[in-house]
């Protein structure tokens, strides 16, 4: 999984016509389910990002700190790939994908959507 990534964000890196970055990011999620909190996440993550204009890519990792309700707190391993192209001048689509050590099994997560500006 991690040589997948690495792969995929050099050749993201290489194929790009502008880098811009470093940038951090700091992200909190929490979760809730009927008004109980169940816990949260936070990930402290160095990116980069860069595009084009038409084309945006970014790449982001590092310690994620997962803090589950009523239980110590515990340091893994986070990252997002993510990307979008601006198809008109109104219509866009975008995608990511994202990761997190957990236990003996990463967890992957993926994003996919449109946006339309009026």
Do not use: C, R, W
């Given at each position: 999984?991690?040589?997948?990534?690495?792969?995929?964000?050099?050749?993201?890196?290489?194929?790009?016509?502008?880098?811009?970055?470093?940038y951090v990011n700091v992200e909190n999620n929490a979760g809730y389910s009927g008004?109980?909190?169940?816990?949260?996440?936070?990930?402290?993550?160095?990116?980069?990002?860069?595009?084009?204009?038409?084309?945006?890519?970014?790449?982001?990792?590092?310690?994620?700190?997962?803090?589950?309700?009523?239980?110590?707190?515990?340091?893994?391993?986070?990252?997002?790939?993510?990307?979008?192209?601006?198809?008109?001048?109104?219509?866009?689509?975008?995608?990511?994908?994202?990761?997190?050590?957990?236990?003996?099994?990463?967890?992957?997560?993926?994003?996919?959507?449109?946006?339309?500006?009026?």
């Amino acid at each position: 999984m991690i040589k997948a990534l690495a792969v995929a964000v050099s050749g993201v890196l290489g194929g790009s016509a502008a880098l811009a970055g470093p940038y951090v990011n700091v992200e909190n999620n929490a979760g809730y389910s009927g008004g109980d909190y169940l816990g949260a996440t936070t990930d402290f993550h160095i990116g980069f990002e860069g595009g084009d204009g038409v084309y945006g890519y970014y790449v982001q990792g590092g310690p994620a700190y997962v803090s589950p309700q009523n239980e110590d707190g515990e340091f893994e391993l986070s990252g997002k790939l993510g990307g979008s192209v601006q198809a008109t001048e109104q219509f866009g689509v975008y995608g990511e994908l994202s990761f997190i050590t957990a236990d003996e099994d990463p967890s992957v997560g993926s994003k996919v959507g449109v946006k339309y500006s009026f």
